[in-house]
């Protein structure tokens, strides 16, 4: 099962209303549960073998017209193709430090090297460090911290210059 099926299977679910739903093979396991009683979106709980390196960033390339804008907090189009997107390469919560009591992993305006750690993602208990796959100066952090992210989620804006 790859990770496009366990995002439809979790759309799925929680489109269906049902309260938990598990699916097990030989190799996978996988817990869904919605209605969590702190909000009302749905929790999802998975636990599978998760790969350890972060999937590689390619820079996006330069659309003819702009895309329109999803949210209204984003950058000029123009000024966000100079940048590359880091995303989440699984399902989690995201943690910006390594423990409360420690600084973030990287500020606005750092610079950074490939394999530096940006974030932890915590899935099922497991805390997986987020390491650059590029070099450059943070631009933006795109999630709040101990914020539930999704795969293939913008995590970090890079400016490669």
């Known amino acids: 099962m790859d990770i496009k ?7 799925f679910v929680a489109k269906s209303g049902a309260s938990e739903v598990k699916l097990e093979t030989d190799d996978i396991k996988i ?19 998760l790969p350890q390196a972060p999937i590689a960033q390619a820079p996006a390339a330069p659309a003819e017209a702009p895309p329109a ?26 943690y910006r ?15 950074i090297a490939a394999g530096d750690v940006l974030c932890v993602i915590e899935a099922m208990k497991l805390f997986n460090d987020i390491e650059s796959e590029v070099s ?12 539930p992210v999704e795969f293939d989620q913008p995590l970090f804006l890079v400016d490669p210059s």
């Open 5 to 11: 099926e366990i995002q439809s299977l979790i759309k």
């Open 97 to 111: 430090k390594p423990s409360p009591d420690k600084p973030a992993f990287v500020e606005v305006g750092d610079t």
């Open 136 to 147: 450059g100066t943070i631009v933006k952090v795109l999630v709040d911290d101990s914020s």
């Open 69 to 94: 804008p999803t949210a209204p907090a984003q950058e000029k189009s123009e000024d966000k193709d100079k940048y590359i997107t880091i995303k989440s390469p699984i399902i989690g919560t995201f």
């Open 31 to 49: 817990t869904i549960r919605t209605g969590s009683l702190a909000s009302n979106e749905p929790t999802y709980v998975q636990s599978i073998p």
